[in-house]
Every structure is written in C-alpha cells, then in structure tokens.
C-alpha cells in the first residue's frame, strides 16, 4: 500500500509539474474540450443496516466508522463560454478509491471463532455525469459549482466466523462539487476540486441467509491537472 501511494503521488507531482510551466500574461482559454488526471483525499462514510438487530447495537440504518485514503482519476468534459465571465459545462469521470474498509466497529473485522459480527463496506470505485457553471473571475481564474448523477461499485462484507458477503454491487445516487481553476499555460490549467457522492440504500440478503443494507457517502478533495484539447 505504502509503495503504491508512493508512486501516485510522484505521478501526481510530474504531472502538475509539467502543467505548472506558466507563461507570462493571460491565458483566458477555458472553453471547449479538455482532460484531465486527478489525485487526492477520500472519506468514505455514511449508514449500514442490520435488519437482524442481534449484529448492532440497534437495528435500522445506523453512521458507521468512516475511512480515509487515496483516489486516482480521469475526467473528460466540454465547456462553452457564455459572455465574458460565465461559463457552462458537462463533464465525465471515473475514479479509483484506495481506502481502508468503512463500517467494522470498535471489534475490527475479524473471522473465526473468536470474532464478533461486523457489517461493512468498500467503495471501490465511482463514476459521474455533472454539469458544471462557472465564474471566470478573471483571465486566469474560474470558480465553479457542479452536480449531477454519481454511480459506485460498493464490496460489502458480512463478517462472523467467515466472510458472508464479500459481494461487489453497483450504486446509484447524486453529486455535488465545487472548485476553482487557474490556467498555468496557453494549453494547461490545475484545479482544486472538492465532491461529495452520496448513493442511495440498498438492501440484499448474504450467504448467512441475514438481510443488511448499506448508504455509502464519498467526500473527496482532489488537485487535478487539466489539458485543453483545441
């Protein structure tokens, strides 16, 4: 794990490195289509439920002990320029989420015979279709609102003297960010992008024959870099 994080973030430093050779002057080149590669912090949170209430403290949908680690994206997207400081824009994307399981309790998530009954889960990764408006404060410089549809592959675990669950299952909810955008080039910008994903419950019924359910939540604070592709 350590030598994995190691590796993105000195892909991350090259690669806002490269975008960070600025010119002189302004750039004013937010409009039309771009890519770009982000990389930052994931907290991954929310809710689980045991229908059965001998695997909580209480039954129904109850917060979970939350998660942090690492995301590793890609997004594409079209802006238009309307007027001098308004813009509007869609964009796609997909990431990778590196985190510890959300959701074992104080007991850890442990198998055998000496175990005690966990409910949890992995956001695995995500993916979003947002819209986006912005405001170009200057030649350089735009701030933005954004949401739109979030979709996430979820590892939920049922743990007792084995693992009952360990199953991947999609999600889907909303999302909803905002950031700011500063051109660095004539062809090349880097963002601070703030999201927050959250995805709708679901329940199922695992290998142990119990019923559980969960609501993942995903807030995440990224430095992207961001090319221009006209």
């Known amino acids: 794990m350590q030598r994995r994080l190691t590796l993105l973030a000195s892909a991350a430093v090259l690669t806002l490195g490269l975008a ?35 695997y909580a403290n209480n039954s129904g949908f109850q917060d979970v002990d939350s998660a942090n680690g690492v995301l590793l994206g890609g997004h594409l997207g079209y802006d238009w320029q309307l007027g001098d400081q308004w813009l509007i824009g869609l964009e796609g994307a997909v990431n990778t989420i590196m985190a510890e399981t959300a959701g074992c309790g104080a007991a850890g998530c442990s198998d055998g015979v000496n175990g005690n009954p966990n409910l949890a889960y992995d956001i695995e990764g995500t993916g979003t279709a947002r819209a986006k408006l912005g405001f170009i404060l200057n030649p350089d410089t735009m701030i933005y609102v954004a949401g739109g549809w979030a979709f996430a592959e979820v590892t ?42 959250h995805f709708s419950d679901k329940h199922w019924v695992d290998d142990f024959d119990e019923e559980f359910g969960a609501e993942p939540e995903l807030l995440s604070v990224t430095l992207g870099a961001v090319w221009h592709l006209n």
């Open 156 to 197: 939920t675990h049922h743990h007792d003297e084995s693992e009952g669950d360990g199953e991947s299952r999609n999600f889907s909810g909303y999302t909803l960010g905002a950031g700011i955008q500063r051109a660095v080039s004539a062809n090349a910008d880097i963002r601070l992008d703030v999201t927050y994903d």
């Open 20 to 54: 960070g050779q600025a010119n002189a002057g302004p750039m004013g080149h937010f409009a039309g289509f771009n890519a770009g590669i982000d990389i930052g912090w994931a907290h991954v949170f929310g809710q689980i439920d045991d229908v059965n209430p001998n």
